[in-house]
């Protein structure tokens, strides 16, 4: 049972990226999936989420209009588009799945969470 993300690398600044979440060994269906960053000597932060219902997805305001989240259920992943990047943006990005509301979700700590992946490295640098 895992969440793999995959998609991370080094990108210009306006650049874009793609992160991907799969998961293995369990469905995502009934499960809000959301992603985090943490940059060195910062706090982790909430970056966007999706719920399994037709719900409007959640995002960091600084973010909207950049970042766009989706799922695919036949895929069992969600996906994290990244356009415009900025250098700021650098950070660990990692994505987390539990079966509660965004709203709910953001205010757990992380070991109440019921699945985490590895992370991935994003680096906006020119």
């Known amino acids: 049972v895992q969440l793999v993300e995959s998609g991370g690398g080094l990108v210009q600044p306006g650049g874009s990226l793609r992160l991907s979440c799969a998961a293995s060994?369990?469905?995502?269906?009934?499960?809000?999936i959301c992603w985090f960053r943490q940059a060195p000597g910062k706090e982790r932060e909430g970056v966007a989420c999706?719920?399994?219902?037709?719900?409007?997805?959640y995002y960091l305001d600084s973010l909207k209009g950049r970042f766009t989240i989706s799922r695919d259920n036949a895929k069992n992943t969600v996906f994290l588009q990244m356009n415009s990047l900025k250098p700021e943006d650098t950070a660990v990005y990692s994505c987390?799945?539990?079966?509660?509301?965004?709203?709910?979700?953001?205010?757990?700590?992380?070991?109440?969470?019921?699945?985490w992946g590895q992370g991935t490295q994003v680096t906006v640098s020119s």
């Open positions: 999706i719920e399994g219902s037709d719900g409007e997805p």
């Open positions: 060994g369990f469905s995502l269906d009934g499960y809000t």
């Open positions: 987390a799945a539990d079966p509660t509301s965004w709203y709910h979700f953001l205010l757990k700590d992380r070991g109440e969470v019921d699945y």
